[in-house]
């Protein structure tokens, strides 16, 4: 016998089931609830009254849900020296779900929130090398909340030296390299033609050079004749071929000195394609410039753009990656977004028809990372799966063919992937025990398996110490181990190996590249 009393009143004895909201709500002011079970006698107190199977509670009555949800299932996705990616299955409530709440399980305090309908989240901001412990629970919009669900327990990945640098290499047809050190600092080396490498006017330099004007730098992105950094003040400064606005500083004219991109701030991350600009906003929206011959600014037009202008539509954006004359992006929701050149398939949505505005790309979830090459695209998903779509001419997809596809499809043969990166024809992907593998086209040796085959499938390099982390760059290969050392391996002809050489390296254990201060040159 359920008794329901309001405003101090006996309303009604019913023999029938908890009452629950009318419509999957519950009235706390007024309205109706619906009487699961058969209808009951009217009867009315006060100003309260149950009538057939609705019961209608007075003004300044409260009927609560006091049902939690249950738990649900925490799962172990990928993992970086910062951060840790979780996904779960959906919570069962009998009104609805509307979060679930992350905790450390150390610590009784939260880690993140998200809404319903959200079932993975990144950790960030983790200490690198360091074991963590992590719980989720349910919540409804009666504030009831789930018993803690299962313990997941993970590891970021260890650091590198404390001077170990980040070294980017340009896909877009690019022959020059970047690499960003632990105080701030740039350094250049390769050919970058209308740009400057390192301190002097020369745009070649077969050495590490440092831009002694760029300080305070929290990454950089090289495209193919021009080059992009980040300050620590979410500033951005271009330098280098500026034909198409590339620079995005209102003009044509190239620039071999770095200059800031004006009114663009509180910026996280950039990609430099092979003409044209993109920038990640800490709010989430991207902004792009350069060409846009392909619709690759995202704004619905295929006009060139000389400043900065926002891509419509996009938000909870998280991550960013800029192809040759297309881009995907990644949102907070593990969903990808893809936009540009397609005539290759490299936007995954089962076309080869350019897109001037972003389309969601099908078939793929909770996806943790994109890369984008020349012509072809990569996903990495919380699994460590690794999925690739586009131009697959000399196996750059790694599905043992080179049949071109216009939608995603699993990389056989690997797993545990934390990190991937496509080259200009090739794709890398680093796996948690810190190798490395490689697939695609391999002429120059970029693969860093000691030939010069091409490869339809992953092979794993000779790398024999573990890897921190990779980038593939036009036609050559480089790395970072968890020590600190540098490695380059592949097409050299520009000098773009930092070896001194232009020799170009198959050796399965690539050259270690020295940093040299200007001073000592």
């Not at 999925?387 to 596809?405: H, I, K």
Request: charged content about 15%.
């Amino acid at each position: 016998m359920k008794k329901i009393e309001t405003n101090k009143l006996l309303v009604c004895t019913l023999a029938l089931p908890l009452l629950v909201p009318l419509a999957g709500t519950q009235p706390a002011v007024g309205g109706s609830v619906q009487v699961p079970g058969g209808s009951v006698t009217t009867s009315t107190y006060g100003s309260s009254s149950v009538s057939g199977s609705v019961y209608s509670p007075p003004p300044g009555s409260a009927l609560r849900d006091v049902t939690p949800p249950g738990a649900p299932l925490l799962k172990l996705g990928s993992r970086t020296v910062n951060s840790i990616s979780l996904s779960w299955t959906a919570a069962t409530d009998n009104i609805g779900v509307t979060e679930y709440v992350i905790y450390n399980h150390t610590s009784p305090a939260s880690v993140t929130t998200v809404t319903y309908g959200t079932y993975a989240a990144s950790i960030t901001g983790l200490t690198a090398g360091t074991t963590y412990s992590f719980a989720i629970a349910a919540k409804d919009a009666a504030g009831n909340v789930s018993p803690m669900s299962n313990i997941v327990m993970a590891s970021t990945l260890p650091l590198a030296s404390a001077d170990a640098p980040k070294i980017v290499m340009g896909r877009a047809n690019s022959l020059h390299t970047l690499a960003l050190d632990r105080d701030g600092a740039v350094w250049s080396w390769g050919y970058s033609r209308l740009s400057r490498l390192g301190s002097q006017s020369a745009a070649s330099s077969f050495i590490p050079v440092q831009m002694p004007e760029l300080t305070g730098i929290d990454a950089v992105a090289a495209g193919h004749n021009h080059s992009l950094a980040v300050r620590e003040d979410g500033t951005v400064w271009a330098w280098g071929d500026n034909s198409y606005g590339q620079l995005g500083d209102g003009t044509t004219e190239s620039k071999r000195n770095p200059v800031q991109v004006p009114e663009l701030h509180d910026v996280i991350a950039v990609q430099a394609g092979q003409l044209h600009s993109l920038a990640l906003k800490r709010d989430g929206t991207i902004w792009a410039w350069g060409l846009n011959a392909y619709g690759q600014l995202g704004d619905g037009s295929t006009a060139d753009r000389l400043t900065p202008v926002q891509v419509p539509g996009l938000n909870g954006i998280v991550s960013i990656s800029g192809g040759a004359f297309h881009n995907l992006a990644v949102k907070n929701d593990g969903t990808v977004l893809t936009w540009g050149q397609n005539g290759y398939g490299q936007l995954g949505d089962g076309t080869v028809t350019d897109r001037h505005s972003p389309v969601q790309l099908g078939g793929l979830s909770q996806v943790t990372a994109v890369s984008a090459g020349i012509f072809h695209s990569m996903a990495l998903l919380q699994d460590g799966t690794v999925w690739a779509w586009g131009d697959n001419s000399e196996g750059a997809l790694g599905d043992g063919s080179r049949t071109n596809r216009s939608y995603p499809e699993a990389v056989p043969g690997i797993g545990a992937i934390v990190q991937i990166s496509a080259g200009g024809l090739h794709s890398m992907a680093l796996q948690e025990d810190g190798s490395v593998w490689a697939w695609g086209y391999n002429k120059n040796g970029q693969l860093g398996d000691g030939s010069n085959l091409s490869r339809t499938l992953p092979v794993k390099t000779s790398i024999q110490t573990p890897v921190q982390s990779v980038t593939a760059g036009f036609m050559s290969s480089g790395a970072q181990t968890r020590e600190g050392a540098f490695l380059t391996w592949g097409a050299n002809d520009k000098g773009q190996l930092g070896d001194r050489t232009r020799e170009a390296l198959l050796n399965p254990t690539p050259t270690v590249i020295e940093l040299s201060h200007p001073e000592r040159q």
